[in-house]
């Protein structure tokens, strides 16, 4: 596993604490429960860096959502509920 939330209730903004050695660029995609994709995440990782920011969330609606994240050839996903 690369990161985990913060926590897994969120308004505007996801907090991902990476766990392991993070990788040069880490993808992620937030989709809802269908599927459909609501917003895109790519970012360039330092070596030392532990924490990301995704900020800017704040329009979308309230609800479940999946967050997936992509790094080399690998796929982690998360459950995750967007509240007031």
């Given at each position: ?26 993808k ?57």
């Amino acid at each position: 596993m690369l990161a985990t939330l913060k926590s897994q209730v969120f308004i505007d903004t996801l907090i991902l604490e990476l766990t392991e050695q993070p990788p040069p660029r880490l993808k992620a995609v937030l989709m809802d429960e269908r599927g459909k994709v609501c917003s895109i995440f790519e970012t360039p990782v330092a070596p030392s860096q532990k924490v990301i920011l995704w900020e800017g969330l704040n329009d979308l609606p309230y609800g479940v959502y999946v967050l997936e994240l992509t790094y080399e050839q690998r796929e982690q996903r998360l459950r995750l509920v967007k509240r007031v």
